[in-house]
């Protein structure tokens, strides 16, 4: 299958900065790249979806002010969580979607476990 | 709303035997349906996919399709206890919509 990577793995910041997470798939083309958080035992939740070239699309509730998402070229996605709190700490994970199999299937990054001081 | 729906489990099954995970959907236009599976702690993995009615078989994993039903299922046989872990189905409703089940939490008792 594809492969997507996720930098960085962990991360510790304080409340107030921000965090830029990168996601990048290395050796496919993604169309379309998704943001999915998770908190412990809960489902996956999606964020936004982003289109290379374009703005991202949020879902409903997710502050597009406060996790900026940009998708630079058709390997690369960021989210950034700018002013983090405490409440923003989880689990995201990325996704990368291509068409070559006309299924539309994801295939995700490793995440990243950000946690907030 | 469209919905994806699993039962959250856990379902428990010996080694050696049979798992089925289920899943339904609400979305009758949907076209192409997944199955991840998700270690503890870990990000979802792509078992495998499918679009046909019908049955689609790789390894011990066996996805099931029935459109008329709205139904999609997962059969892992000779389950091991390295299959422990959550199975999200996921429904791609048009586009790169995709939506996904919460998940069913899966333990392969040694």
Known sequence: GAVVSQ?????ICKSGTSVKIECRSLDFQATTMFWYRQFPKQSLMLMATSNEGSKATYEQGVEKDKFLINHASLTLSTLTVTSAHPEDSSFY?????????GAYEQYFGPGTRLTVT | QKEVEQNSGPLSVPEGAIASLNCTYSDRGSQSFFWYRQYSGKSPELI???YS???KEDGRFTAQLNKASQYVSLLIRDSQPSDSATYLCAVNTGGF?????????LFVKA
């Open chain 1, 7 to 11: 930098h960085p793995s962990r991360v």
């Open chain 1, 93 to 101: 994970i990325c996704s990368a979607s291509g068409m070559a199999s």
């Open chain 2, 48 to 50: 495998m996919f499918i």
């Open chain 2, 53 to 55: 009615n019908g049955d």
């Open chain 2, 97 to 105: 919509k995709t939506i996904f089940g919460a998940g069913t939490r």
